[in-house]
T-cell receptor, first 115, second 110 residues
Framework: ETGVTQTPRHLVMGMTNKKSLKCEQHLGHNAMYWYKQSAKKPLELMFVYNFKEQTENNSVPSRFSPECPNSSHLFLHLHTLQPEDSALYLC??????????????FGPGTRLTVL | GENVEQHPSTLSVQEGDSAVIKCTYSDSASNYFPWYKQELGKGPQLIIDIRSNVGEKKDQRIAVTLNKTAKHFSLHITETQPEDSAVYFCAAFPARDMRFGAGTRLTVKP
């Protein structure tokens, strides 16, 4: 596997379900991100992890719970979601540091539908 | 915080013509400006970027220009081909995190 991978690619869940999205980066990067992409809206940054530490939480509802067990893996745990949470969830990674400009590499995304 | 505006939201051109997409940003501390191409069913892919110490950068048919004084930057695609059809996003990176434009859907008609 190369680049950034995400599983599953598609997910349909009811509002009472609990599910998790998984992201893995094979680029040796030290930072990982979750974005939400809704139709006709800019990409919304949800969470940032830098060296496994969460450094950004952009007022995301608590029904979204991120987990970063190591610098290569990132999870997004979902529970009691709402229909308006239906979107494409994108994971990205980058190498942060003094000589880096945060070139972010994206995975293919998980298309989430909440019924 | 940073605010990025992108225009137009849709753009249709004839194959072989040029396409230009423009973005403005608000945070003068922004120093990195990437452009992403997103094809159907895929995540955004970085196609070109420019840093604040450079005014223009070119890579084959793609070029990006940056005007720091006016706080705007543009993507230029020349000799467009049907495979250039996609959604293009600009972004601006200030000190904290990256902000994206809303995207431009480019259609290249054969």
């Amino acid at each position: 596997e190369t680049g950034v991978t995400q599983t599953p690619r598609h997910l349909v869940m009811g509002m009472t379900n609990k599910k998790s999205l998984k992201c893995e980066q094979h680029l040796g990067h030290n930072a990982m991100y979750w974005y939400k992409q809704s139709a006709k809206k800019p990409l919304e940054l949800m969470f940032v992890y830098n060296f496994k530490e969460q450094t950004e939480n952009n007022s995301v509802p608590s029904r979204f719970s991120p987990e970063c067990p190591n610098s290569s893996h990132l999870f997004l745990h979902l529970h009691t979601l709402q229909p308006e949470d239906s979107a494409l969830y994108l994971c990205a990674s980058s190498q942060l540091g003094r000589n880096h400009y945060n070139e972010q590499f994206f995975g293919p995304g998980t298309r989430l539908t909440v019924l | 915080g940073e605010n990025v505006e992108q225009h137009p939201s849709t753009l249709s051109v004839q194959e072989g013509d040029s396409a230009v997409i423009k973005c403005t940003y608000s945070d003068s501390a922004s120093n990195y400006f990437p452009w992403y191409k997103q094809e159907l069913g895929k995540g955004p892919q970085l196609i070109i970027d420019i840093r604040s110490n450079v005014g223009e950068k070119k890579d084959q048919r793609i070029a990006v220009t940056l005007n720091k004084t006016a706080k705007h930057f543009s993507l230029h695609i020349t000799e467009t081909q049907p495979e250039d059809s996609a959604v293009y996003f600009c972004a601006a990176f200030p000190a904290r995190d990256m902000r994206f434009g809303a995207g431009t859907r480019l259609t290249v008609k054969p």
